[in-house]
């Protein structure tokens, strides 16, 4: 790669952290005992209005003994246009992983989304025999204009397990 464009990519990397920093290393929702808390973390969209980018803000987790789980989570620092919502990805090995499922509507703006129930993740799976490992994140797109959109999110899980696992 040329070094003018290794440059060109150093200084937007730079400018993107600069402007998704964090304005306080704590967010507003807050970890709850039993609960698993990822971010906040920088995403963005891609250029399209039609086209959603699937990011993941939590490591593989194993699946076994999950069947529902409720979610919580806050944007900020949203460019403009930028509108997110939680989806989750299953995958048999760690690797290779399915296309990520949604959960929930799209929010363009700013501010906690505290979710009010579980979510069956065995039906977002596909069936009712789930996969060995969960991913949670989130699908963003941009809402309208022609430039990439960027936010930070910040995801609260609260799983509920199978009794006797």
Request: aromatic share 10%.
């Amino acid at each position: 790669m040329p070094l003018s464009r290794r440059l060109a990519l150093a200084a937007a990397t730079l400018v993107l952290a600069l402007f998704l920093a964090p304005a306080s290393s704590e967010a507003t929702i807050p970890r709850t005992r039993g609960s698993w808390l990822y971010g906040p973390h920088a995403v963005w969209s891609t250029g399209s209005t039609s086209t959603w980018v699937f990011h993941p803000l939590s490591e593989p987790v194993s699946a076994g003994g999950l069947t529902e789980a409720r979610f919580s989570w806050e944007m900020t620092e949203n460019s403009g246009s930028c509108k997110a919502r939680v989806a989750v990805r299953y995958s048999n090995d760690g690797i290779a992983w399915d296309t990520s499922k949604e959960v929930g509507s799209w929010q363009t703006t700013a501010g906690p989304f505290w979710g009010s129930t579980y979510v069956n993740l065995l039906t977002l799976g596909g069936g009712n025999v789930p996969m060995a490992f969960v991913q949670f994140g989130v699908q963003v797109q941009k809402d309208s204009g022609s430039a990439i959109q960027l936010c930070n999110i910040t995801l609260r899980v609260e799983p509920m397990e199978r009794v006797g696992q």
